[in-house]
């Protein structure tokens, strides 16, 4: 299988009401499935609640809870992977997991690596150890989380993922940085790599603009959600196009090696 085809959902994030949230992403996907099929369908960081660290009412059980239940329905429901954040009771604080559901009713999971420093993430959420890859179809994904993205080192394509995604609620104050690091990360990698970003003001008052778009190896934009827009965007990726400029471009031949202790 040399292709996929994915969606990423940019949408209005309502603070900690999972009922109206919930209530509007199925509005939206019932749209979106009634003309298109997808083979992995990717909503923003916590879309349920919204980046609501403090709250410590805002966790699911470990054993699993509303939400993954909810992706479970989706997911089984339009016949794909349906992946997003949700906040993950983990001791005496919570974990920011990426879930990761089959159709099927699988279960895979990543936990956010590098917590925000700067609105005291740290302090509320337990920091994600283990590096994960995905595979679709023969396809190898590696997923992150917002702040992740500033990090190369996390990023670095050892030749075992062809696809980086960044689900994430990152503001509009620093809205240029996103757009030039999943690039980055695209170019330094040669993979594609996805962004999913929220819109709206979330319950501290932060402004999200979106940002929401899927970037081909060289940098390019195939692909974007409009600026303050709840949307979903879709393409299909061709990753024989990737292999192909990677053996005529074999730039991965001479990066440097470490380890990640």
């Given at each position: 299988?040399?292709?996929?085809k994915i969606?990423?959902?940019?949408?209005?994030?309502q603070?900690?009401?999972?009922?109206?949230?919930f209530a509007?992403?199925?509005?939206m996907?019932?749209?979106?499935?009634?003309?298109?099929?997808?083979?992995?369908m990717?909503?923003?960081?916590?879309?349920?609640?919204?980046?609501?660290i403090?709250?410590k009412?805002i966790?699911e059980?470990?054993?699993?809870?509303?939400?993954?239940l909810w992706?479970?329905?989706?997911?089984?429901?339009?016949n794909?992977v349906?992946?997003g954040?949700?906040?993950?009771?983990?001791?005496?604080?919570?974990?920011?997991?990426?879930?990761?559901?089959?159709?099927?009713?699988s279960?895979?999971?990543?936990?956010k690596?590098?917590l925000?420093?700067?609105?005291?993430?740290?302090?509320?959420?337990?920091?994600?150890?283990?590096?994960?890859?995905?595979?679709?179809?023969?396809?190898?994904i590696?997923?992150?989380?917002?702040?992740d993205?500033?990090f190369?080192?996390?990023s670095?394509?050892?030749?075992?993922?062809?696809?980086?995604?960044?689900?994430?609620?990152?503001p509009?104050?620093?809205?240029?940085?996103?757009?030039?690091?999943?690039?980055?990360?695209?170019?330094?990698?040669?993979?594609?790599?996805?962004?999913?970003?929220r819109?709206?003001?979330?319950?501290?008052?932060?402004t999200?603009?979106?940002?929401?778009?899927?970037?081909?190896?060289?940098?390019?934009?195939i692909?974007?959600?409009?600026?303050?827009?709840?949307q979903?965007?879709?393409v299909?990726?061709d990753?024989?196009t990737?292999?192909?400029?990677?053996?005529?471009?074999?730039?991965?031949?001479d990066?440097?090696?470490?380890?990640?202790?």
């Open positions: 299988m040399s292709t996929l969606a990423a959902l940019q949408y209005d994030i603070w900690l009401d999972k009922k109206t949230n509007t992403l199925e509005k996907l019932h749209e979106f499935f009634q003309n298109n099929k997808v083979d992995l990717l909503l923003p960081e916590t879309f349920s609640t919204g980046f609501c403090e709250d009412n966790q059980p470990e054993s699993g809870g509303k939400d993954v992706l479970k329905r989706m997911a089984k429901k339009y794909c349906v992946a954040t949700v906040f993950v009771k983990q001791g005496d604080k919570k974990v920011n997991r990426f879930y990761w559901v089959s159709a099927n009713g279960v895979e999971y990543y936990d690596r590098h925000f420093r700067l609105g005291k993430e740290g302090d509320f959420v337990a920091q994600g150890t283990e590096r994960k890859i995905f595979e679709l179809k023969g396809i190898k590696l997923p992150q989380i917002c702040y993205l500033r190369p080192v996390w670095r394509n050892k030749q075992d993922y062809d696809l980086l995604i960044n689900v994430a609620n990152w509009d104050a620093r809205r240029a940085i996103w757009d030039i690091l999943l690039k980055a990360r695209a170019i330094e990698n040669q993979a594609y790599v996805i962004g999913v970003n819109v709206g003001i979330d319950g501290h008052g932060t999200h603009s979106g940002g929401t778009s899927i970037v081909d190896f060289v940098g390019k934009n692909i974007f959600a409009e600026d303050n827009q709840q979903i965007i879709s299909e990726l990753f024989s990737l292999n192909k400029f990677k053996k005529d471009f074999p730039a991965f031949l990066a440097d090696t470490f380890e990640i202790c």
